[in-house]
């Protein structure tokens, strides 16, 4: 069931909006029929469209799109003819550095907060907390939608503080109200929700009238991680999802032209992190690499696993691991891990890790044999969760809209420094984060 919800605790009276899937329903039939007469008369739309006054001078708007999983590359190796586009008339960075762990809430987050996740809390996609000894997956919706889990401050709720109203079709975080406060417009993630119908929400968004119309909007695309895991990223599949992705966002851009918008609207395309292809022919058995029986708790991931030793057994714990480890896994503690990861100092980081090698994997004995007897072993050609340095980890950045300096290119954008530029783009005063603020020079106009 997908919910419709307005944010009660802005000031203005958006009561009316408080509904469910039924009125999406509803919404998504007039918006068929909308876009089956728009696309039998488009000259009479668009000008009927360019003639709203409501749609002149918009207050600064911003859409950010994320593409889960697009490679800094994708463009080079995949066609995407709307995206590259895009890129050549607005701004494109050659890569964005994720934070570590490369993973997907790790990294929406840090996107939407400018935090790094030591601050805002969220440190990976499966965590065990052992202040409440609670344990949250992306999967679990009462622990996603749970405040508690994330701290600081996303831009929505910036937004909110600043009476603006926002709208995301998908966001890590977006299901929470943080500080108590959830977007004016979100949903419960659902992934059957198709692309389409996400664009076409965000389109009637724009068309709302001034008070009820979102100034910052989110949209959330998992086609191209997801053939990334199953396939590798050079893959056909890859080339496909990418291709498939690239039409939505002509399709959305196409929805902003018919509307006198696309000139007015920023847009900021983004991915979490990149891909790297993995052969799980590379293994490490993990779980037999020390006694797990020593551990209060250990969250498995392929690329990384997080282990909460049991009183007093640390020191075991990691000299068993450095003997049985081979070259291609480090263990590590929060003592001997890189400063660069800047991953320390929040007590949901487990005291001891293991990071494998791009291109390796670490798999329980149990994940294993259920591989090699159902034949999945050969269903994973792909992972992220690595080293953010590595750079198949790099992700995408593109950006477009009349905040940016464009035609333009720069060379290298971390994740934590595209919060300020969200606010700066909203004309808000951001909250305290690990930004850079230059960066918002050097990305948009004086
Ligand atoms: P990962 O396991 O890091 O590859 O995460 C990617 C997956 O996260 C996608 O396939 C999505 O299904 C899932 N996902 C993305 N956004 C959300 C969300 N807001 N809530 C729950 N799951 C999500
Ligand atoms: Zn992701
Ligand atoms: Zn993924």
């Known amino acids: 069931m997908t919910h419709y919800r307005d944010n009660s605790s802005t000031s203005r009276d958006r009561s009316n909006f408080q509904t469910t899937w039924g009125r999406m329903s509803i919404m998504a039939s007039a918006l068929l029929a909308w876009a089956l007469c728009f696309c039998l008369t488009p000259v009479t739309a668009a000008a009927q469209r360019n003639g709203n006054p409501d749609n002149q001078d918009l207050d600064p708007t911003l859409i950010l799109i994320s593409i889960d999983g697009a490679r800094h590359d994708y463009l080079r190796?995949?066609?995407?003819?709307?995206?590259?586009?895009?890129?050549?008339?607005?701004?494109?960075?050659?890569?964005?550095?994720?934070?570590?762990?490369?993973?997907?809430?790790?990294?929406?987050?840090?996107?939407?907060?400018?935090?790094?996740?030591?601050?805002?809390?969220?440190?990976?996609?499966?965590?065990?907390?052992?202040?409440?000894?609670?344990?949250?997956?992306?999967?679990?919706?009462?622990?996603?939608?749970?405040?508690?889990?994330?701290?600081?401050?996303?831009?929505?709720?910036?937004?909110?503080?600043?009476?603006?109203?926002?709208?995301?079709?998908?966001?890590?975080?977006s299901e929470a109200a943080i500080q108590g406060i959830s977007p004016t417009y979100w949903f419960t993630y659902d992934e059957s929700i198709t692309n389409r119908t996400r664009v076409e929400t965000v389109l009637e968004w724009l068309e709302m009238p001034d008070p009820e119309r979102p100034q910052i909007i989110t949209l959330y695309f998992s086609d191209v991680d997801t053939a990334g895991h199953n396939f590798g990223p050079a893959s056909e599949q890859v080339a496909q999802a990418m291709h498939a992705v690239d039409t939505e966002i002509a399709y959305l851009i196409a929805g902003l032209k018919a509307r006198g918008l696309f000139d007015q609207v920023n847009m900021m395309v983004t991915s979490d992190h990149g891909m790297a292809a993995v052969d799980l022919n590379n293994h490490i058995i993990i779980d037999e690499a020390f006694d797990p029986s020593l551990a209060e708790q250990a969250l498995y991931s392929r690329e990384l696993v997080s282990i909460f030793p049991e009183p007093g057994q640390q020191d075991t714990i990691v000299a068993t691991l450095q003997q049985n480890l081979p070259p291609q896994a480090q263990v590590y503690t929060q003592e001997t891990l890189p400063e660069r990861f800047r991953f320390s100092g929040h007590h949901r980081i487990a005291p001891v890790l293991v990071l494998a090698e791009p291109g390796w994997a670490m798999l329980r004995r149990s994940w294993l044999e259920g591989m090699l007897s159902d034949g999945t072993i050969e269903q994973v050609r792909g992972g992220h969760g690595y080293d953010n340095q590595a750079a198949d980890m790099q992700g995408l950045f593109i950006a477009h809209g009349p905040a940016f300096r464009q035609p333009h290119a720069i060379d290298n954008i971390s994740m934590v420094d595209l919060y300020n530029v969200m606010a700066a783009i909203l004309g808000i005063t951001p909250a305290d984060n690990d930004g850079n603020p230059e960066v918002v020079s050097q990305l948009l106009r004086p």
Do not use: C
């Open 77 to 173: 190796l995949h066609e995407a003819p709307a995206l590259s586009e895009l890129a050549a008339m607005g701004l494109q960075a050659h890569t964005l550095q994720p934070v570590f762990p490369t993973k997907t809430f790790t990294n929406h987050y840090t996107l939407v907060t400018g935090l790094y996740p030591a601050r805002h809390g969220i440190v990976d996609n499966n965590m065990y907390d052992p202040q409440t000894q609670q344990r949250f997956s992306l999967g679990n919706r009462e622990q996603v939608q749970n405040p508690y889990w994330w701290q600081g401050e996303p831009i929505w709720v910036t937004a909110a503080h600043n009476d603006m109203v926002s709208g995301t079709f998908f966001f890590p975080g």
